[in-house]
């Protein structure tokens, strides 16, 4: 008798355990079937108009409040001459729709997920300041919309914008660029629809963002509303504060712009009789740099102010002309200097002396008339009035005047280290080329003291 209990309570231990796993999976399926339901009772015909905004807060006819946050993915160009910079992000939008409430069934119906945006209403949200723009469609349109038990409706895709970026270049390439993405309200006025920003975090950058050449160092969230005859229309956006990375354009254009004109100095080492190759060295550094500084300008755009790289390669550029110029003024001094030469050849110093003695006036010359009277032995009161001072008359003082201030000229004057330093050098075409190779590096040096210290405290009170 108790084998066959036990048998029995086993096979009903066994049933109620198949039951209840058919109820599982019977439930199972009815949860199913139940969003399905959902989807049909909430969007079927007849029962939501898509044409038909909802209502404000709280059921009114106020606007329509709609969250935005955006998650930017990748900054791929930020394009100077265009004037334009490209960006990929994840665009988002969250509304209350009270016709789009159902039951959640406890907790087991988190949300809905539709991949069809026209079967809801949605803001008629467009970027103002975009140019070019596309949906990503691989493998599936990487765009979704998610509707919660309590009427909230989510709205998510994927895009990739070309914006336009107004940029003042006047500190270039010492600047920062501020670009702005604009998303405003086309059709429906703020009486209708308002744009607000999430709260908390309503713009994500994602973890270690590369820019060529740039570097976001912060961005800010703002409003834009904008007043049209048609009425005011609900605007975000977000300021996007790029600082350009300074490095590369050291390496590329001031260093090589100062070797430049700093190999365009090595003419004042070189002989001047050395005509091939000073002129070949001054005119290859002049071609060089102005087809560096063409190439400069035409990465940018041609705007109307002069911006700090035209500076830059503009005076760089005249120190290796005025280099070339230096040649010309030292070969028209040793011209000169050769042409003196031969003067000095042809007509000896010695000859222009005696030439000039025999040129002096008789009267210049003082007779000795005691001696006379000396030959002739006569001793009478001429020769004692003779031999007694002379009283000197006025044109005798004045000569004697004009002798002393002759001496005092002929004294020779006391060098300074200046120029006791060039007499060293005999020739002009010389020293000429000696105070070049003082000169221009010095000039040189003042101007790249002026320019960093002007473009820095420039770039400082631009940051603040």
Known sequence: MWPGVLKLLVLLTFLLHLSRCAQMQKKVVNFREKEKEVLDDILGPGRYDARIRPSGENGTDGPTNVNVNIFLRSISKIDDYNMEYSVQLTFREQWLDERLRFSDFKGRLKYLTLTDASRVWMPDLFFSNEKEGHFHNIIMPNVYIRIFPNGFVLYSIRISLTLSCPMNLKLYPLDRQVCSLRMASYGWTT?????????????????????????????????????????????????????????????????????????????????????????????????????????????????????????????????????????????????????????????????????????????????????????????GPLQHSLQKPLVRQPEDTMSMDRMEHCELHMQPRKKNCCRSWLSKFPTRSKRIDVISRIFFPIVFAFFNLAYWSAYLFRKEEQDE
Not at 209 to 238: A, I, M, Q
Request: glycine letters at 4%.
């Open 191 to 379: 009486d209708d629809l308002v744009f607000l920003w999430k709260e908390g975090d309503p713009v994500q950058v994602v973890k270690n963002l590369h820019l060529p050449r740039f570097t976001l160092e912060k961005f800010y969230t703002d409003y834009c509303n904008s007043k049209t005859n048609t009425g005011e229309y609900s605007c975000l956006k977000v300021d996007l504060l790029f600082k350009r990375e300074f490095s590369y354009y050291l390496i590329q254009i001031y260093i090589p712009c100062c070797m430049l004109v700093i190999v365009s100095w090595v003419s004042f080492w070189l002989d001047q009789s050395a005509v091939p190759a000073r002129v070949s060295l001054g005119v290859t550094t002049l071609l060089t740099m102005a087809t560096q500084t063409s190439g400069i300008n035409a990465s940018l755009p041609p705007v109307s102010y002069t911006k700090a790289i035209d500076i830059w390669t503009g005076v760089c550029l005249t120190f290796v002309f005025g280099a070339l110029l230096e040649f010309a003024l030292v070969n028209y001094a040793s011209r000169s200097d050769m042409h003196s030469d031969n003067i000095e050849k042809k007509y000896p110093p010695s000859e222009t002396e005696q030439s000039t003695s025999m040129d002096l006036p008789s009267d210049q010359v003082e007779p000795d008339n005691s001696s006379n009277f000396a030959m002739t032995g006569y001793d």
